[in-house]
Structure formats: C-alpha cells, structure tokens
C-alpha cells in the first residue's frame, strides 16, 4: 500500500460507519479535561472533526451513576460525539451500547487502550488486548448488538514482544468496527518515550477499509501532517496537544483550505477562552465549575503569562464571583510573566496510577 502524502486535493471530509464527519482530525478523550465544557468552547474555534466523551465505566453508565451522567453530558453544540465505554466485560458492554444508542447518542468507542491498573485489573482497558480471541467475541458482540458506529481505541500492544494491534484491527474489521484509534504506544511504555508511527503504520496495512485514526505527541498542524505521511492513517486524533493549543484544529483546517495562516490568538481571545470554558462549567456543574476549573490553573496561568499569585487564586478559587474578579486582574495583569505553551502541565498516568 503506498503511503498517502498529505495533499490540498484531498477531501476534508472522512466517512466513518454512517456518519459524515467534515475534517479528519479530532479530539483524543482526557479524562478529567475533555468534558463537555471544554469541547464545547474548542468546537466554537473550529475545525473539530470529532469529539469523545471520557471513558465511562460501562456498569457506572447502567447503574446511572452521578459520575456517568456527568460525562455523558452533551449538548446540541457538542456534536458530532461518540461515547467511549469500558468493562471487562463483554454483556456490560452489550447493553451499555444497546442503552446509548436508545438515547439517542451517535457512536460508541470501546476503550481498550487504558494503561490504568484498576482498569487492567478488571479485565478491561488494554489487557484485553492479550487475549485476542476474547477481544474480537467482544467487539462483535457489541457491533452486532447496535446499528450506530462502533470503534475501538487501542494502543499497539501490551508491550514490545507482543504488538497485538496490527491482528486486531484486522480481526475487529471483520467484525464490523468503522474505525479503529490506536494511540503508537505499548500498555508498557505508559506515556514514556516517543510515539512509534511505524507500529501504527504496520495496523493501517492491516486492514482492508475501514479509517485508521493515528494518534500520539501531535502537538502542532506539523505533527498532525507528519503522522499522516508516516503512517498512512486516514484521521489524526489530539489529545494534549489539544489542550496546549486549543487553536490547533482551526490552524489545521486553515492549512488544509489552503487559506492563510492562522494569526496566534489575542490575549484577549485566549481570555475569552478561559471564561468561556469556565461558564460552561458552571452551566453543567453551578458552583461545582469553581472545583473544576482549578486544575486548569497552571495551564491558563502558563498559557495567559499571569502572575502567580493570580494563578494561585485560580487554583484556589471558591466562587464565580472570585472567578470574575480574578478575570478582570488577569485582564490588567497578564504579561506580567512570559507566557508559554505549557507543555508540562498536564499530567499523565505514568505506570500504575489510581485515576487517568
Ligand atoms: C490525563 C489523560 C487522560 C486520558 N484519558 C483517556 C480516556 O478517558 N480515554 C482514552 O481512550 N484515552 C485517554 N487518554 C489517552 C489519550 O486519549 C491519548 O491516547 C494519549 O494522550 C496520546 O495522545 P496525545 O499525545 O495526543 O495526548 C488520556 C490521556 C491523558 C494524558
């Protein structure tokens, strides 16, 4: 198979099972950070092809947990999404799938690729992967349980002697998946060392049809082109690099319309972010929006150049009206500090961890 050279001729768009999506490069759930708040003032930048909900405990989802509920939030605006779902087992799956799909949401992803103890522990996440057989049983079980597109979100294997995802993607294309994600990293490596575009290249040959989506260390429209002539894949999804540049989507698809390059955003833009993303919070969440924008802080801090004692406050903050109140000092204080990217600041689950 010869390998696509990204190319201003091709189309933008990308057909996945049933659903048409307008750009080929999507958001990579985070847990933690890639609620619906946040995809909702990132799809207002523009360029998101798709959007997937954080993983969610496929027994929490039928149980209809408080914590299932609140992931499965969306919106009109929150569109197109597809649900990332997990259990390590097959019939929890089978019904959490059947469930979503009554209500009306439009995908299913099935994680496989979490390198989380707890997860692997219950036979889900990415230890499926060892037990292909069991693996394949469980993907058809839920695409045949389902008229609505299931994917599957894989790393390459559990470690470097058993690189399972190439036989995988294979086996969970005949069994009717309409994509497959694979994040170029063992279960073993965690998030260490670099991304292995030629493992991801190796599963794009392996299968016949369907889009394979590369995924890992994307951080700028170069990166997203760079995996896309290595590897061949038809889709690139971004997770961190999303977060460090929420623009990297619109900045792409400037890129690909052949338009002019996209200008940095304003101070004043990056601000608007941040309250943007904060009101949303608040609309889902109240005054719960107050906890969960602290562990943005360091990352708006960095991004936005404001001092840190500022950036304290945002850490610490305890009502919207501080909120408002820290926005305006930020208004008058920004560039007191050099702003930066701040590649640093997000954390990953590094070996065992107890949450993503
Ligand atoms: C904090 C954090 C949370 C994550 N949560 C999820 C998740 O809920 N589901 C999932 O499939 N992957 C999750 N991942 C993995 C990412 O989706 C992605 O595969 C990985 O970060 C590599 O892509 P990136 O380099 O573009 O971030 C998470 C990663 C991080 C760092």
């Known amino acids: 198979?010869?390998?696509?050279?990204?190319?201003?001729?091709?189309?933008?768009?990308?057909?996945?099972?049933?659903?048409?999506?307008?750009?080929?490069?999507?958001?990579?759930?985070?847990?933690?950070?890639t609620q619906h708040a946040f995809r909702v003032a990132l799809r207002e930048l523009g360029g998101v092809g798709l959007c997937t909900t954080d993983l969610v405990l496929?027994?929490?989802?039928?149980?209809?947990?408080?914590?299932?509920?609140?992931?499965?939030?969306?919106?009109?605006?929150?569109?197109?999404?597809?649900v990332q779902i997990f259990s390590g087992i097959a019939q929890e799956l089978v019904v959490g799938a059947r469930w979503l799909e009554q209500q009306g949401y439009e995908a299913v992803d099935i994680n496989m690729g979490c390198p989380m103890a707890k997860i692997n522990g219950n036979g889900g996440g990415a230890r499926i992967m060892c037990a292909p057989d069991a693996a394949c049983q469980m993907v058809a079980d839920v695409v045949d349980a389902v008229s609505i597109p299931v994917t599957v979100k894989m790393r390459l294997g559990w470690d470097r002697d058993s690189i399972?995802?190439?036989?995988?993607?294979?086996?969970?294309?005949k069994a009717g998946v309409a994509a497959i994600t694979i994040h170029g990293r063992t279960r073993n490596q965690g998030f260490g060392g670099t991304v292995d575009l030629e493992g991801i290249r190796r599963t794009v040959e392996a299968v016949q049809q369907i889009p394979v989506v590369g995924n890992g260390d994307v951080c700028t429209v170069e990166d997203a082109f760079h995996m896309r002539n290595e590897?061949?894949?038809?889709?690139?999804?971004?997770?961190?690099?999303?977060m460090l540049d929420p623009w990297i989507f619109c900045k792409i698809e400037r890129t690909v319309r052949g338009e002019e390059p996209f200008v940095e955003p304003t101070m004043e833009e990056q601000i608007k972010f941040l309250v943007r993303h904060f009101t949303l919070m608040v609309a889902q969440?109240?005054?719960?929006?107050?906890?969960?924008?602290?562990?943005?802080?360091?990352?708006?801090?960095?991004?936005?150049?404001i001092p840190?004692?500022?950036?304290?406050?945002?850490?610490?903050?305890?009502?919207?009206?501080?909120?408002?109140?820290?926005?305006?000092?930020?208004?008058?204080?920004?560039?007191e500090r050099a702003s930066s990217i701040p590649t640093a600041l997000i954390k990953t689950p590094n070996g065992p961890v107890e949450r993503w």
């Open 58 to 82: 496929a027994s929490q989802m039928l149980s209809r947990s408080r914590k299932a509920k609140a992931l499965l939030k969306t919106s009109a605006e929150d569109n197109p999404l597809t």
């Open 285 to 305: 969440h109240d005054d719960y929006g107050c906890t969960l924008i602290r562990k943005f802080a360091a990352w708006y801090g960095a991004r936005l150049g």
């Open 308 to 335: 840190e004692d500022l950036e304290d406050r945002l850490r610490r903050i305890q009502s919207i009206d501080e909120f408002h109140e820290i926005v305006k000092q930020i208004r008058l204080r920004h560039g």
């Open 164 to 173: 399972t995802a190439p036989l995988l993607a294979r086996e969970f294309e």
């Open 231 to 242: 590897t061949g894949c038809e889709a690139v999804s971004i997770g961190r690099g999303a």
């Open 1 to 33: 198979m010869s390998l696509i050279k990204w190319s201003s001729t091709e189309s933008p768009e990308i057909q996945i099972g049933n659903r048409l999506l307008s750009s080929r490069y999507f958001l990579s759930p985070l847990a933690g950070y």
